[in-house]
């Protein structure tokens, strides 16, 4: 049983709501386009690797081996020289 004399406020109503809901979605979808095309692009920026890694050169290796033989130090398990690299970035094995 419908009321007339609120079928047309209820039918208005709805056609608002319902097109808030959409213009809500369609939004979520442009943002989502946004983020994937930046997620795109730092994927891009780690495969063709752009960060410049360090070449150490094997009369440096010997330095280093050296040094840390001379002062004890401890490297932890399943790194290498990359870590006395960053920790140390004034390389004392060269002086």
Not at 3 to 21: D, P
Request: charged letters at 20%; a neutral charge.
């Amino acid at each position: 049983m419908k009321n007339a004399l609120t079928y047309r406020v209820e039918s208005s109503l709805g056609a608002v709501f319902i097109s808030l809901l959409s213009l809500f979605f369609i939004g979520l979808m442009f943002i989502a386009v946004k983020n994937f095309g930046s997620d795109m692009d730092v994927m891009t920026a780690m495969d063709t690797n752009h960060i410049k890694t360090l070449a150490i050169s094997q009369s440096e290796v010997v330095l280093i081996q050296d040094w840390v033989k001379n002062n004890g130090i401890v490297l932890p398990e399943g790194s290498g020289f990359r870590y006395l690299l960053r920790k140390y970035p004034d390389r004392p094995w060269l002086d």
